[in-house]
């Protein structure tokens, strides 16, 4: 399954060329796994969130410009034992040009403990459901 969100590109996620700056990006793939992940578990509170970004890998692609919308869109791409990896692609809703591709490594995580655990079993099937071998979105 591929999970998708839209952003607009604010004035205060620019920088002094106009563009929308590297970090923000970073940010709006954060929104976009955090509901994903809200959503198909059913979470409610920040609290909940049972895992840790072990590894970030952005490439820019094109420049966002202010109030331009952003359609961001996220699958699993791959599950392990106690790790998952999403994909991401970013397209500008007005003309389509693909502005970011992006993956990341989460690792499912106990605070108590402070160490990492298997994915929980009920969590696995709903990533597994929505596989997208290889990260195509």
């Known amino acids: 399954m591929t999970f998708r969100i839209e952003v607009e590109a604010t004035l205060r996620d620019t920088d002094g060329l106009g563009h929308v700056n ?38 820019f692609r094109s420049p966002v410009y202010l109030h331009e919308t952003v359609e961001l869109a996220c699958s699993p791409s791959r599950v392990g034992r106690s790790s998952w990896e999403m994909t991401f692609e970013g397209r500008v809703r007005t003309d389509g040009r693909v502005c970011l591709q992006a993956r990341t490594v989460q690792v499912q995580y106990d605070y108590a403990a402070r160490s990492s655990r298997p994915i929980p079993q009920d969590w696995r099937t709903m990533l597994e459901a929505d596989l997208v071998p290889g990260g195509a979105v």
């Open 22 to 59: 590297n970090a923000v990006y970073l940010s709006w793939i954060e929104t976009a796994r955090t509901r994903y992940v809200f959503e198909r578990r059913g979470f409610t509170r920040i609290e909940q969130l049972d895992f840790v970004l072990a590894a970030a890998h952005l490439d």
